[in-house]
């Protein structure tokens, strides 16, 4: 059995752990198996809907202790729902709570582990999964030699299909488990769609020359239902936030679509940028790096040109 | 208290990636080889922080890998650091790799483990977890801010959506990324001292690896990029409504 965790925030199941449950389905198909999901907390709004991503039964662990994430409280329930299903590939989405938890699991379980998987395996001689490397500049294919396997999707990674279906959500009994770790404040950012999982994504660099030109970045990034990032200097400068800042030491990011305005494109961008499936630059400098990385862009001053583009987006959205 | 910082060798960030011996190798020639940035912006300059504030810290740092990765813990010493430990193990999976980690400082009765939250050459975060769960301890992942006092750890850390404030007792684990310490450059003391820092090596244990890599493989190459003239910013749109179909 393929079992596929999924992460919920504010009730409702994250599109990521969609992803990931359309691509468990997908090796279940493979493999001949089922697929099914397994949830700790209280059961989200939208649980029956992973019916349509090709899940059959949603397992729910409700535990007043599983209502924070605590990795080894999580990795201990997960160990003894995977047992007691006779789980045989654990797929995560591949954020910060599979981070967290999938290699305590993984070395709880001794199941080998590819986190970054950004395909379906390879089953014809072994179970080869190809991930991403070297921030994004190439690719592995690991080989998980274990009977148990554990793989953390990225996302964005996988292209999903829906079909109707619908999935039976069944309680789950698991041993109580008293976390070490207390949890004494959480800020949670409300409203913005989060960067790791938006499928496009606006970004802005030191060529804005200002917060206050921010404009042309939300304006567009809120017609195209876009998330908002920025470079690591603009971030650096306290223009933007900086869970914004895309890059080698900030998040790294594969949007279907990358705009970037006034990014130059150091090799430190273009590390956390360059799996993005189509990239857009805007800068006035030709010799600008970025462009090399680039499918479509503008030589020019943006302060000309995104005005422009702004009113022609409107225009082909219908936005008066 | 104890600190042990984790050190990984990693291939400088603006290294040219290519692969030999039928796409089965990293390409090393000519490579200039860095620690981890996260493993020493974050991990150890937090590390060295925390024995500024406190001279009864000791950090040591450890390293999994072959002889050639000796200069990098010896680039690490002269940051800061007492002393080093390089496990003797080549090409070890994540598993191995953390298996010696763990091993070690459950036998050094290390307070707490520092790590980077991730390597930038394969991108796996798992050292950290899989130390942790070997250890039995909690593990702070993703960490931003990190203080200790009482026997206590209290760290700011990324969770999905957000951030939060986590309390543990010692011992535990940490991963470490931005915003935790800044970066900085050895002195000339400091690379002085360095040279005369202990370096062991220690065996490896015969723990089993649980992956393996085939093969690796290079993105296709793009096919350049498409300029649109900068007083026509509408065929931009339109090429990316129409034809990339992205909007």
């Given amino acids: 059995m393929v079992l596929v965790f999924i992460d919920q925030n504010e009730g409702t199941i994250k599109k990521s752990s969609f992803e990931a449950a359309a691509y468990g389905a997908a090796i279940a198909q493979q ?33 007043a202790s599983l209502k924070t994430m605590d ?3 999580y990795a201990q329930v997960l160990q003894e729902a995977a047992d007691t299903l006779h789980a045989e590939i654990i797929i995560f989405s591949n954020n910060t709570t599979a981070k967290a938890v999938a290699p305590r699991l993984s070395a709880r379980m001794k199941a080998g582990m590819v986190s970054g998987a950004i395909a379906l395996p390879d089953t014809t001689n072994g179970f080869t999964v190809k991930k991403s490397v070297f921030s994004g500049k190439a690719f592995a294919h690991v080989n998980i030699l274990t009977d148990k396997k554990i793989i953390a999707l990225n996302p964005n990674a996988f292209a999903v299909t829906t079909s109707s279906g619908s999935a039976s959500v069944h309680p789950l009994e698991c041993s109580a488990v008293q976390p070490a770790v207390s949890v004494t404040q959480v800020n949670k950012v409300v409203g913005e769609i989060p960067l790791s999982e938006a499928s496009v994504v606006v970004s802005g660099g030191r060529g804005l020359k200002g917060p206050e030109n921010w404009g042309f970045v939300t304006e567009l990034a809120g017609l195209l239902g876009a998330a908002t990032a920025c470079s690591r200097p603009v971030a650096d400068i306290h223009w933007r936030p900086h869970h914004e800042h895309v890059g080698q030491t900030g998040l790294a990011i594969a949007p279907n679509l990358y705009i970037a305005i006034g990014i130059s494109g150091a090799i430190q961008h273009l590390a956390g940028v360059n799996r993005s499936k189509t990239i857009v630059v805007i800068n006035k400098d030709p010799e600008a790096p970025f462009f090399k990385a680039a499918d479509y862009g503008i030589v020019g001053d943006l302060f000309e040109v995104m005005p422009k583009i702004i009113a022609e987006v409107k225009r082909i959205k219908g936005v008066a | ?116 939250k991730e390597t930038i050459d394969y991108n796996g975060s798992s050292i950290g977890g899989m130390i942790a769960e070997l250890m039995d301890v909690p593990f702070l992942s993703h960490a931003t801010q990190l203080n200790v006092s009482g026997g206590k750890a209290t760290a700011v850390r990324e969770i999905e959506g957000g951030e939060e404030t986590n309390e543990a007792a010692l011992p535990l684990v940490v991963s470490c990324q931005k915003g935790m310490a800044e970066q900085r450059i050895p002195n000339m003391k400091g690379i002085m001292g360095a040279r005369t820092k202990p370096l062991k090596v220690v065996d490896a244990d015969t723990t089993a690896a649980l992956t393996s890599i085939e093969r690796f493989e290079l993105p296709p190459a793009k096919a350049g990029v498409k300029l649109v003239p900068a007083d026509q910013p509408e065929e931009l749109v339109r090429l990316l409504h129409e034809e990339a179909r992205v909007i």
């Fill in chain 1, 71 to 73: 990795a080894q409280v």
């Fill in chain 1, 31 to 63: 493999t001949g198996k089922t697929a099914e999901a397994i949830l700790l907390g209280d059961t989200p709004a939208d649980a029956d809907q992973l019916g349509n991503y090709g899940i059959s039964k949603v397992h729910v662990v409700n535990q």
């Fill in chain 2, 1 to 116: 208290m104890k600190i042990l910082v984790c050190i990984s060798k990693t291939p400088d960030t603006t290294a040219k990636i290519a692969f030999e011996d039928n796409n089965k190798k990293f390409a090393a020639d000519g490579v200039q080889w860095i620690i981890n940035p996260y493993d020493e912006w974050y991990a150890l300059v937090r590390a060295i922080e925390l024995k500024e504030a406190d001279a009864s810290v000791s950090i040591h740092l450890i390293t999994v890998g072959g002889a050639d990765a000796e200069p990098i813990l010896r680039k690490a010493l002269a940051l800061g650091g007492d002393e080093s430990f390089r496990v003797h193990l080549e090409n070890g999976d994540a598993f191995q790799v953390a298996a010696q980690i763990a091993g070690f400082a459950k036998a050094g009765g290390y307070d707490l483990v520092l790590t980077g």
